[in-house]
Structures are given as C-alpha cells and as structure tokens.
C-alpha cells in the first residue's frame, strides 16, 4: 500500500478507534458490560468494514480507474448487504446491548467520513503525474 494511502487509512482508523473506546466506556458506564461489548463490536465492525472498503476502492483507482465510480457505489451497497447480514445473524443476541451498538456504529461511521475526508483533502496527491523518464519533451507544434 503506497504511503499515502497507508496515511488516510491511518488518519481515519485512529480517530475511529478512539471514539469506539469512548462509546465502550460510556456504554459500559450507563448500560453494563453488554453496552460496552456492544460499543466494541460496533467499533471494530466500522473499522474493518470502512477499512477494507478504502482499500479495495484505492486498489480499483490505481488498476482501473474508469470504474472507479461504479465500483465506489457497488462497494458502499455491499457494505450496507454486509451489515444488514450482520444485524440479521444477530438480531435477538444476548451478547450486546443493541442500542449501544447501534448507537456506537452510526457514531463511529460519521467520525471514519470526516476523518478520512480531513485526511484527504490534506494530502499532497497529485493530479498527473509527473513524466519519470526525465527525458526532454518532444516537440508537438508546428514546425516553419
């Protein structure tokens, strides 16, 4: 992963994280131990689904980037399938708390967009890339 991307990752996952841990604490103060695992169930769930999301859309940029649009839109339509399976597969768990879980996934979601757009928006990408041969250009006008 070249160092930029690795970067906006960064920038998105920490600020993330942090929110998640203070979800757990809250949580766990006002609803019990099942707030607080229902807080880091929803953290980590953001973070990996976020994460991975970022990944494959910056892989499809480099190696096709035509789709890139296509493919942002059908990624955020899986994610959104994924965590309908999700919430499916645990809809009358006893694990967690799911208020603390809803609540700490819509929380964490809206931190990992802000971040990651403060992140890009900060980073020096360049739009075209710079010719790497070094070479002098050749002449392409009129020649009299």
């Known amino acids: 992963m070249p160092s930029n991307d690795a970067r906006i990752l960064l920038q998105a996952a920490v600020p993330t994280a942090a929110v998640g841990a203070i979800a757990a ?3 766990g103060v006002v609803v019990g131990g099942k707030g607080a695992i229902g807080s880091v169930v929803a953290a980590v769930l953001t973070i990996l689904f976020m994460g ?3 990944y494959v859309l910056q892989r ?4 096709l980037p035509h789709l890139f649009q296509m493919m942002g839109l059908m990624l955020y339509a899986a994610q959104i399938l994924l965590l309908f399976i999700f919430l499916s597969a645990f809809k009358n768990t006893t694990l967690f708390h799911p208020r603390a879980f809803a609540i700490t996934l819509i929380a964490t979601t809206l931190v990992w967009i802000a971040a990651q757009t403060r992140a890009h ?3 020096k990408i360049l739009y075209v890339e710079p010719d790497s041969s070094g070479g002098k250009p050749e002449k392409s006008g009129h020649s009299s």
């Open 25 to 27: 604490v809250v949580s």
């Open 52 to 54: 991975v999301g970022l």
């Open 121 to 123: 928006m900060k980073a």
């Open 60 to 63: 499809i940029a480099k190696s």
